[in-house]
């Protein structure tokens, strides 16, 4: 079955410093890749998405994510983090196999401190 | 355009009954997705609708149900409802490709009582 995981349930940074925010998956094929932010009260945005091609994929508000298949991983970064960034992420999976069911990590709850 | 809707925003049941909630997707989306959200859990993903037709199923019990219009508009109903329902119910829309994403409404907060 197929399955994300977040390791870090909660990480701190400060204001202006780097970010990066694990995601691993478990599945033989070439997943469907997604990161989600959620604001507290609201639904979930995307942030980004890698179907194929080049494994380096840039997204909305500074992000960027890399696929390792090698790892098995889909890590988020951000090179400056801003105080707005302050949220839960999500990773998120979904497969050829599966059809139209995405799999979601628990999710990482960034406090960023100023 | 606009993104996807849900409704009611909020909603306080009692044990025992029934409730039921709405989405509306994002026009000319034709899939919809249904995920229950509760802290530590996560989304767990409920069900999703296709041209009126649930083509994919999570492990929730048959008191979670739902159905799809012909509009692509989609319900999703609740019985006999237990403490343990208490969540944030989410629904996602998309066109239905497999590689395509799902853009999620902001969801209804259920809390029983």
């Known amino acids: 079955a197929q399955s994300v995981t977040q390791p870090d349930i909660h990480i701190t940074v400060s204001e202006g410093a780097s970010l990066e925010l694990r995601c691993n998956y478990s599945?033989?094929?070439?997943?469907?890749l997604f990161w989600y932010v959620q604001s507290p009260g609201q639904g979930l945005q995307l942030l980004l998405k890698y179907f194929s091609g080049d494994t380096l994929v840039q997204g909305i508000k500074g992000f960027e994510a890399e696929f390792k298949r090698s790892q098995s991983s889909f890590n988020l970064r951000k090179p400056s983090v801003h105080w707005s960034d302050a949220a839960e992420y999500f990773c998120a999976v979904g497969a050829l196999e599966t059809g139209n069911q995405f799999y979601f990590g628990t999710g990482t709850s960034l406090t960023v401190i100023p | 355009k606009a993104g996807v809707t849900q409704t009611p925003r909020y909603l306080i049941k009692t044990r025992g009954q029934q409730v039921t909630l709405s989405c509306s997707p994002i026009?000319?989306?034709?899939?919809v997705s249904w995920y229950q959200q509760t802290p530590g859990q996560g989304l767990q993903f409920l069900f999703e609708?296709?041209?009126?037709?649930?083509?994919n199923k999570g492990n929730f019990p048959g008191r979670f149900s739902g159905r799809q219009f012909s509009n692509s508009r989609s319900e999703m109903n609740v019985s006999t409802l237990e403490l343990g329902d208490s969540a944030l119910y989410l629904c996602?829309?998309?066109?239905?490709?497999?590689?395509?994403?799902?853009?999620f409404g902001d969801g209804t907060r259920l809390s029983i009582l």
């Open positions: 996602a829309s998309s066109s239905g490709q497999l590689n395509q994403p799902q853009h």
């Open positions: 026009s000319g989306h034709r899939s």
């Open positions: 609708y296709f041209s009126e037709t649930q083509r």
């Open positions: 599945y033989g094929a070439t997943p469907y």
